[in-house]
Nanobody, 124 residues
């Protein structure tokens, strides 16, 4: 059974850090790029970052220099390290799997599988 299970969300003060995890099962991990998206209340889902099966990465401009994506192929897990968090980072964060032979994408329409989401709230 295919599953993407996110964890690591929570409440953090501005300037703080969180690390999100997304554990995958039920599909051929090495065939998929992995992406992180987020959706704030009243806004459309937007791409945050992605990592290819080979480890190349891409970041949306609004997180460059603050967020780092990585993947552990042995654990079939993708991570999103989020530093210097801002109130505008508050959203539900989703991981997604995109079947691609190379590269990665943060276009929501390309995702094949989605996790259930984890809430990140940045507030003092």
């Amino acid at each position: 059974q295919l599953q993407l299970v996110e964890s690591g969300g929570g409440l953090v003060q501005p300037g703080g850090s969180l690390r999100l995890s997304c554990a995958a099962s039920g599909f051929t991990w090495n065939f998929y790029a992995m992406s992180w998206f987020r959706q704030a209340p009243g806004k459309e889902r937007e791409g945050v970052s992605c990592i290819s099966s080979g480890g190349s990465t891409y970041y949306a401009d609004f997180v460059k220099g603050r967020f780092t994506i990585s993947r552990d192929n042995a654990k079939k897990t993708v991570y999103l390290q989020m530093n210097s968090l801002k109130p505008e980072d508050t959203a539900v964060y989703y991981c997604a799997a995109v079947q691609r032979p190379y590269g990665c994408t943060i276009a929501p329409t390309t995702a094949d599988y989605w996790g259930q989401g984890t809430q990140v709230t940045v507030s003092s």
